[in-house]
């Protein structure tokens, strides 16, 4: 375990976040951005955006990135130097060496983002995983999950995420991506995914899928791309019909996906974050329906699904846990 704050990172196609977070999971300084989203913008220019965040949140944080600091930490006049940087992405991408792809930021194609932190801040370990699975490790840690050996931790925003702890301990797989739950197939003949498959748990309950599927059913057309996820939720909280069939369909997908997931892993919790999961019972209520009607087992009925407690910090809490926990979290 660490004795000093460690800077972590933050990569979805929604936002950029970062903090300073203290060994015992305490964020000490905070910021976040709107992830860059410009027509031409390449690579760089999102890469400049991180790191002018990077650089307000050590400035707020009062920590120095000198290099070469020890887990112990030292104290200089500027403020404590960091132990290292952990960083949440979204995938796919290379693991552990941190060449990433992620699906909702085109800007980045196999973008070297471990070896670049690591040329911003020498000497220093990096740590970077999928951002679901930081969300994950953080509930895991310090939310939901505590004091549960067996827990699905899953994002629900852009895309549809997952991590897997069992035993107590990070899987990660033979490439990194165990619990990649989004991708789990919940309706065969549904709509085509961004992966290339069809009918994957992404497709329907991503808020972007979930806004275009109800446009196709005549909700908010006059206003195409511009109606969000949020918009929608926000809708079936005044009763429109199609939101509400919106959230019902993705909450019914949710709980299909979560009853293979707990029949396959013997899960005990099941933490849900991210901007959709904020739609509370809109989405809850039907992805308990589901659940109970698949999950039959008796070992798979004791399972419980829960939001994330941490809220949009798991994913920061997580990634800093690859360093500050790094002998359950970090195993490469």
């Given at each position: ?6 800077l ?16 015992d999971g ?17 690579a ?22 000198q ?17 290292g ?7 796919p991408?290379?693991?552990p ?12 194609r ?7 932190l ?6 220093l370990?990096?740590r970077?995983h ?5 969300v ?38 033979a ?18 995914c ?8 992404e ?8 806004a275009?599927?109800a446009?196709?059913q ?12 949020a918009?929608l ?7 429109h ?40 019972a809109l989405?809850f209520d ?14 798979a ?12 910090t ?7 846990a ?11």
């Open positions: 375990m660490t004795r000093a704050p460690v972590a990172i933050d990569i979805g196609g929604t936002k950029l976040a970062a903090a300073v977070v203290e060994p305490r964020i000490a300084a905070y910021d976040r951005i709107a992830t860059p989203a410009r027509p031409g913008q390449d760089e220019d999102l890469w400049r955006a991180l790191e002018s965040l990077l650089d307000r949140v050590t400035e707020q944080g009062r920590v120095t990135a290099g070469g600091v020890t887990e112990q930490g030292r104290v200089t006049e500027q403020g404590s130097e960091i132990a940087v952990g960083v949440g992405c979204g995938g991408m290379t693991w060496a941190a060449e990433v792809s992620p699906l909702n930021i085109p800007a980045w196999g973008f070297p983002l471990r070896d670049r690591r040329e911003r801040y020498p000497g370990p990096v970077v999928n951002d679901a699975v930081c994950a490790i953080g509930e895991h840690w310090q939310g939901a999950g505590q004091g549960r050996d067996n827990v699905l931790g899953m994002v629900v925003s852009t895309g549809v995420g997952g991590g897997l702890v069992l035993g107590g301990r990070l899987v990660d797989g490439s990194g991506n165990a619990g990649h739950i989004g991708h789990v197939i919940v309706e065969p003949q549904g709509p085509p961004e992966c290339g498959g069809r009918g994957c748990l497709a329907i309950a991503r808020g972007p899928g979930l275009a599927w446009r196709a005549g909700w908010r057309q006059d206003q195409g791309g511009d109606a969000t996820g918009d939720a926000e809708d079936a909280r005044q009763g019909p199609v939101a509400t069939a919106a959230m019902r369909r993705a909450g019914r997908a949710l709980g299909i996906a979560i009853a293979s997931a707990t029949h396959l892993c013997d899960l005990e919790i099941v933490a849900i974050g991210g901007g959709v999961s904020q739609a509370g989405l039907p992805l308990e329906e589901a659940l109970r009607a698949h999950a039959r087992m008796e070992f009925r004791r399972v419980q699904v829960v939001p994330a407690t941490l809220g949009q798991s994913g920061l809490i997580g990634a800093a690859l360093l500050h926990e790094g002998n359950r979290y970090w195993n490469p």
